[in-house]
């Protein structure tokens, strides 16, 4: 699996848009760029997920450059609830690998009124 | 609500208690994980599942067992735990094992070993 590379922690403040950043070097041809949030003591909620180019739904936006080395998580006009750690995840399960699902350290975003 | 349920959500064990965990899905998924997520670190993947079939298995103690008798359900059977085995407990569950396959989280189980 790729390994992914996050900052630890962002602040930003409410209504300002706000764009996350995933590293992914060694992202394999079959692999999908997957996104999700957890907040304290609840478990892990799928954002987006995409395989190239941009990808928008209700919730965020996510840019992936044609190198597919990285990945951008945006968020528009956040609020205090967006306050949560974001994780970026690869994996594809192709060829009979299980897609593990590992979690990195992912992204603190920190939300101020 | 995930349509993933865990049982029960908070849990206090001695080190010499038996107790099992409990995961429910209704999502007619066919993987399911467990994960444990000890204070501010990462997720750490401990079981996966398919099918009902054990497909990982990450150097957890055998004080951990897993138990998946159906594709809706995962039990996670503890015993002779130790303090540092206080965490938050995360089941997941998704349709495959695919790696473009969303996985779907349960609201956890915290324990906590006296």
């Known amino acids: 699996l790729a390994k992914t590379t996050q900052p630890i922690s962002m602040d930003s403040y409410e209504g300002q848009e706000v764009n996350i950043t995933c590293s992914h070097n060694?992202?394999?041809?079959?692999?999908?760029i997957t996104w999700y949030q957890q907040f304290p003591s609840q478990g892990p909620r799928f954002i987006i997920q995409?395989?190239?180019t941009k990808v928008t739904n209700e919730v965020a936006s996510l840019f992936i450059p044609a190198d597919r080395k990285s990945s951008t998580l945006s968020l528009p006009r956040v609020s205090l609830s967006d306050t949560a750690v974001y994780y970026c995840?690869?994996?594809?399960?192709?060829?009979?690998?299980?897609?593990?699902?590992?979690f990195g350290t992912g992204t603190l975003l920190a939300v101020q009124p | 609500e995930t349509g993933v349920t865990q049982t029960p959500r908070h849990l206090v064990m001695g080190m010499t208690n038996k107790k099992s965990l409990k995961c429910e899905q209704h999502?007619?998924?066919?993987?399911m994980y467990w994960y444990k997520q000890s204070a501010k670190k990462p997720l750490e993947l401990m079981f996966v599942?398919?099918?009902?079939?054990?497909?990982e298995n990450n150097s957890v103690p055998s004080r951990f067992s897993p138990e998946c008798p159906n594709s809706s359900h995962l039990f996670l059977h503890l015993h002779t735990l130790q303090p540092e085995d206080s965490a938050l407990y995360l089941c997941?569950?998704?349709?495959?094992?695919?790696?473009?396959?969303?996985?779907?989280f349960g609201q956890g189980t915290r324990l906590t070993v006296v």
């Open positions: 997941a569950s998704s349709q495959d094992t695919g790696g473009w396959t969303e996985a779907f």
């Open positions: 599942y398919s099918l009902e079939e054990r497909v």
């Open positions: 995409g395989y190239k």
């Open positions: 999502l007619g998924h066919n993987a």
């Open positions: 995840l690869v994996g594809d399960g192709y060829g009979g690998a299980t897609n593990k699902l590992i």
């Open positions: 060694n992202i394999a041809t079959n692999d999908y």
